[in-house]
Nanobody, 126 residues
Framework: QVQLVESGGGLVQAGGSLRLSCAAS????????MGWFRQGPGKEREFVAA????????YYADSVKGRFTISRDSAKNTVYLQMNSLKREDTAVYYC???????????????????WGQGTQVTVSS
């Protein structure tokens, strides 16, 4: 079992920055991949970014590449999503998720992630 708690969402003007945090507990933090997903109004949940168990490799959706950075701190059992140059289309509820499969690489599919946080709202105004 893994418990995930997100924080850091809020209202920001276009061009601004936010940093989301996701605190994990329950299982050894370095044993699972972590991902960030988002769901905008009337849209399906979509992949944003992911990071491997050891933090050695990161992956990004094309829409956020160059603007968002995912990282993890094993000492704090926390994964972060630094979001810069925010756009109105980044408005969504952001979720962190854990993939506890013991083998395999990072997945872009929400179905591969068995544990989810409650979500945090990010609203970007013009």
């Amino acid at each position: 079992q893994v418990q995930l708690v997100e924080s850091g969402g809020g209202l920001v003007q276009a061009g601004g920055s936010l940093r989301l945090s996701c605190a994990a507990s329950g299982r050894t933090f370095s044993s699972y991949h972590m991902g960030w997903f988002r769901q905008g109004p009337g849209k399906e949940r979509e992949f944003v970014a992911a990071i491997t168990r050891t933090g050695g490799t990161t992956y990004y959706a094309d829409s956020v590449k160059g603007r968002f950075t995912i990282s993890r701190d094993s000492a704090k059992n926390t994964v972060y999503l630094q979001m810069n140059s925010l756009k109105r289309e980044d408005t969504a509820v952001y979720y962190c998720a854990a993939d506890l499969r013991p083998y395999g690489g990072v997945s872009y599919s929400p179905e591969r992630y068995g544990y989810w946080g409650q979500g945090t709202q990010v609203t970007v105004s013009s």
